[in-house]
């Protein structure tokens, strides 16, 4: 597969048209950024150990029967992906309240309930990514009643796998973002990266935060923890 021209850059990622019509490259950045843009820092190698993690972590979800876009990685910091029309909202799952939810809820973090939350939130930076609901989302014509069905099982099916995968190198999943898109096949599959950039992970014995909160929260330490989270990950999956 060759790597033609960008075809769009966003925060953290470049994507380039490949010679097929079906296939694009994403390529993973070193930048981070934070509350829309205003926090920004380059981590040395996050892009390899994102594009690392995001690869082991998608190859492990299409081989337990959830489609992604992830087709392969192709060097240390691109993946070969599908060409997808991206839905444009997040859906978020919550094992444990924190970030967002305990600020504009007023609950401490850490609290666990007793049901797994799903949010819905529009991808819009203008209006701030505003919380939306089923019937929102209808309404705007970017989901049906039918596709959202799907979508909240297969966010739970990932959420399942994902919760497993974690405790089994010592690391509790908080919360994450998934992203969905239609393939050209029409197929709804699974979009955009798995990182501690779109989690909260918190290792199971000492409570360490392991995600991208170190670098919102200046705890220090970002590209050490993010290679420790790759090291497990990868120890886990290649065995
Ligand atoms: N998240 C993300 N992209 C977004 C918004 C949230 O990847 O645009 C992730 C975030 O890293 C966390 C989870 O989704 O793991 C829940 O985020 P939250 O709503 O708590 O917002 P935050 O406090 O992180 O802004």
Same mark, same amino acid.
């Given at each position: ?39 920004? #820092? ?15 972590? =998608? ?38 309240? #924190?970030?967002?939810? #305990? ?35 209808? #309404? ?44 050209? @096949?029409?197929?709804?599959? =699974?979009? @955009? ?19 991208? @909160?170190?670098?919102?929260? @200046? ?21």
């Amino acid at each position: 597969m060759k790597q033609l021209e960008l075809l769009y850059e966003g925060k953290s990622k470049l994507i380039y048209a490949t010679d097929s019509a079906e296939r694009v490259v994403v390529r993973f950045k070193d930048d981070a950024t934070a509350f829309y843009n205003i926090k920004r #820092a380059k981590i040395e190698n996050k892009g390899k150990m994102n594009c690392t993690i995001s690869s082991q972590i =998608l190859a492990f979800l299409n081989a337990n029967g959830v489609d992604t876009h992830f087709v392969e990685q192709v060097d240390q910091t691109s993946q070969l992906c599908k060409v997808v029309e991206h839905m444009p909202f997040e859906v978020i799952v919550r094992n444990i309240i #924190a970030g967002s939810m #305990a600020r504009r809820l007023g609950i401490e973090e850490g609290v666990i309930p007793e049901n797994t939350i799903f949010d819905l939130c529009l991808k819009d930076e203008e209006l701030g990514d505003p919380l939306i609901n089923d019937h929102h989302a209808v #309404a705007l014509g970017i989901a049906t009643y039918e596709e959202l069905v799907k979508i909240y099982e297969i966010s739970a099916r990932v959420n399942k796998l994902l919760t497993e995968l974690y405790a089994s190198v010592g690391i509790r999943l908080v919360d994450f973002k998934i992203e969905f898109g239609r393939a050209t @096949d029409g197929a709804l599959v =699974l979009a @955009d990266e798995l990182t501690p950039d779109t989690c909260r992970i918190w290792d199971a014995e000492t409570g360490e935060r392991m995600d991208k @909160d170190r670098f919102r929260r @200046d705890l220090g330490r970002v590209g050490e923890t993010y290679q420790e989270v790759a090291h497990r990950i990868c120890n886990a999956l290649n065995k």
